[in-house]
T-cell receptor, first 112, second 117 residues
Framework: SQQGEEDPQALSIQEGENATMNCSYK?????LQWYRQNSGRGLVHLIL?????REKHSGRLRVTLDTSKKSSSLLITASRAADTASYFC????????????FGAGTQVVVTP | GAVVSQHPSRVICKSGTSVKIECRSL??????MFWYRQFPKQSLMLMAT?????????EQGVEKDKFLINHASLTLSTLTVTSAHPEDSSFYIC?????????????FGPGTRLTVL
């Protein structure tokens, strides 16, 4: 079963704007990961945040984790047309070693 | 490094036939491989976890006789969709965890699009 829910389901922004998407999960996690998927392609790993971390940065990406609310957010700053993709969070729960449970995904469209 | 390939990338078959999809770790040894399916505009659903040399563990609701998984070596896992039907049409994606690596890391293949006519 799907562990997480994401919102919004779809996001349309212009180049240069920031994009924020949220993910919620249900059970205790070991870590939470964000992936990007271009249409019809495989997944690209973006960033991993561990359960004892609250914020992490990687280039234009910023991820936060609030374990008390069982939620995470992904912020893409200064978006580019090439950021157009679907973004998924995936949680690795404490009782499912190595297995990822994916959220529903957010489809992001960045227009030039 | 850490490249996972899938073959074929696309397959179209007739209803009732069986289709085999290969997942290979090209530059590392994978103790564990995972198989997912993804319907259009939906998320990835984990189907099964396979460990080299042992039987695959299937997620609830996934028919093991329908989706045969073999993980015969540390670099190859195969998924065979037996007696395929149109409802099996989907995007199938594998991922692999490296031998000696952390369980946190999974490397994903590019996916295989299966269309059953």
């Amino acid at each position: 079963s799907q562990q997480g829910e994401e919102d919004p389901q779809a996001l349309s922004i212009q180049e240069g704007e920031n994009a924020t998407m949220n993910c919620s999960y249900k059970t205790s996690i070991n870590n939470l990961q964000w992936y990007r998927q271009n249409s019809g392609r495989g997944l690209v790993h973006l960033i991993l945040i561990r359960s004892n971390e609250r914020e992490k940065h990687s280039g234009r990406l910023r991820v936060t984790l609030d374990t008390s609310k069982k939620s995470s957010s992904l912020l893409i700053t200064a978006s580019r047309a090439a950021d157009t993709a679907s973004y998924f969070c995936a949680s690795m729960t404490t009782d499912s070693w190595g297995k990822l449970q994916f959220g529903a995904g957010t489809q992001v469209v960045v227009t030039p | 490094g850490a490249v996972v390939s899938q073959h074929p990338s696309r397959v179209i078959c007739k209803s009732g036939t069986s289709v085999k999809i290969e997942c290979r770790s090209l530059d590392f040894q994978a103790t564990t491989m995972f198989w997912y399916r993804q319907f259009p505009k939906q998320s990835l659903m984990l189907m099964a976890t396979s460990n080299e040399g042992s039987k695959a563990t299937y997620e609830q609701g996934v028919e093991k006789d329908k989706f045969l998984i073999n993980h015969a070596s540390l670099t190859l896992s195969t998924l065979t969709v037996t007696s395929a039907h149109p409802e099996d049409s989907s995007f199938y994606i594998c991922s692999a965890s490296a031998l000696g690596g952390t369980p946190n890391e999974q490397f994903f293949g590019p996916g295989t699009r299966l269309t059953v006519l």
